[in-house]
């Protein structure tokens, strides 16, 4: 298994050791202690997945009073997988990286707490497998404009399918006072 930071240091792209032969593959897709060690240190207690059709893009999305960290992974098709720095007072506040994620490349994405989450489907269908370190909390989830042009995420998207409640999602700016705080981890 390899693991790379990106441009955003805290978000993770995971390269699992996947084996092949004429049968098929394995990779081991989590193993709590090798994962903490890597700087992914859970614990996860939810697991969720998502069909969504070609051209949709789902968030900006976080959750503000049971903040969770992700582990993202593609079954099935392809993502452009986002995330987005909106801890106030972070050097890298409202900067994004994107990774494409798929069922071919195997490559997972780990974005902490702290880190607004979107995606947009690459194939005519994706399913995207994620694990949370918290529960959802429906009273404490926040979204983001996915088109923010203070973000200005390139979805490589046009027209894409939302939903009605991402669409109607506010800018950054106008929810900054109720974004987490960046703390600095002392050497």
Known sequence: MRVTPTDLPEVLVIDPQV?????GFFLETFHVERYASLGMPGPFVQDNQSRSVQHTVRGLHLQLTRPQAKLIRVIAGAILDV???VRVGSPNFG????????AENFRQCYIPVGFA?????LSPYADVEYKCTDFYDPAGQLGIAWDDADIGVA???SGPV????DRANPRLRDVQARLP???????
């Not at 900067?95 to 798929?102: D, H, I, K, M, P």
């Not at 705080?181 to 050497?187: G, L, N, V």
């Open 162 to 165: 939302l939903s009605d409640r």
């Open 117 to 121: 989450h979107g995606f947009a489907v």
């Open 95 to 102: 900067r994004w990286v994107a990774v494409e994620l798929s």
């Open 83 to 85: 995330a987005v720095d």
């Open 181 to 187: 705080r960046f703390e600095a981890t002392k050497p």
């Open 155 to 157: 979805w490589n998207v």
């Open 19 to 23: 084996s092949s032969d004429v049968r």
